[in-house]
């Protein structure tokens, strides 16, 4: 079935120092890609997103990675902060339901 | 930025009681909103997509029976668990979408409702 995955369940990381974070996806239907961070006991907050006729697309230290052709998505976060941890979440959108599928998540652990 | 809130944000129940979520979009108005539930350690998992002024839209395995979801206004969508049990317990999240014309891309999401069932 469809699906959104996460290659890594734990990532832990100096802080100061740059984190990735991987997603594959299989629905190559989707057209819009989204990254979310979950802090515990809050909701998802979004981090970024970016449509499927781009590769590539920067915000404020973080940068998601589009290939198409392997069907891999990446968040990238630059100089890590302890802020930072948190669980992160992508998500691929169905244009015309609106509705998210979400991956099973990657805990980020960011280490003084 | 568009805010959503839920209320409760936490609630404890005996099991068979019934009861009641509600999620709010406090500064825009939203003409769908979704559901989802989420377990300990889990992903966000889609229950159902509410369209204001209709009937609910909700994913395979969903019961339609227990969760009773009503989404009167455009600013506000109820999830109703009905004759709770222990494995109903878990995290609820909603999400709204706002009318063509706003971020509409984007969904935002409340803060949860923790639900435990006794």
């Known amino acids: 079935g469809e699906s959104v995955g996460l290659h890594l369940p734990t990532l832990s990381v100096q802080e100061g120092d740059n984190s990735i974070i991987n997603c594959a996806y299989s629905n190559s239907a989707s057209d819009y890609f989204i990254w979310y961070k979950q802090e515990s006991g809050k909701g998802p907050q979004f981090i970024i997103d970016i449509r499927s006729n781009m590769d590539k697309r920067q915000g404020q230290r973080v940068t998601v990675l589009l290939n198409k052709t392997v069907k891999h998505l990446s968040l990238q976060i630059a100089a890590t902060q302890p802020g930072d941890s948190a669980v992160y979440f992508c998500a691929e959108k169905k244009s015309n339901t609106g509705k998210l599928i979400f991956g099973q998540g990657t805990t980020l652990q960011v280490k003084p | 930025g568009a805010v959503v809130s839920q209320h409760p944000s936490r609630v404890i129940c005996k099991s068979g009681t019934s009861v009641k979520i509600e999620c709010r979009s406090l500064?825009?108005?939203?003409?769908?909103m979704f559901w989802y539930r989420q377990f300990p350690k889990q992903s966000l998992m889609l229950m159902a997509t509410s369209n204001e002024g209709s009937k609910a839209t909700y994913e395979q395995g969903v019961e339609k029976d227990k969760f009773l979801i009503n989404h009167a206004s455009l600013t506000l969508s109820t999830l109703t668990v009905t004759s709770a049990h222990p494995e109903d317990s878990s995290f609820y999240i909603c999400?709204?979408?706002?009318?063509?014309?706003?971020?509409?891309?984007?969904?935002?999401f409340g803060p949860g409702t923790r639900l435990t069932v006794t």
């Open positions: 500064d825009f108005q939203a003409t769908t």
């Open positions: 999400s709204a979408i706002g009318l063509a014309g706003s971020s509409s891309y984007e969904q935002y």
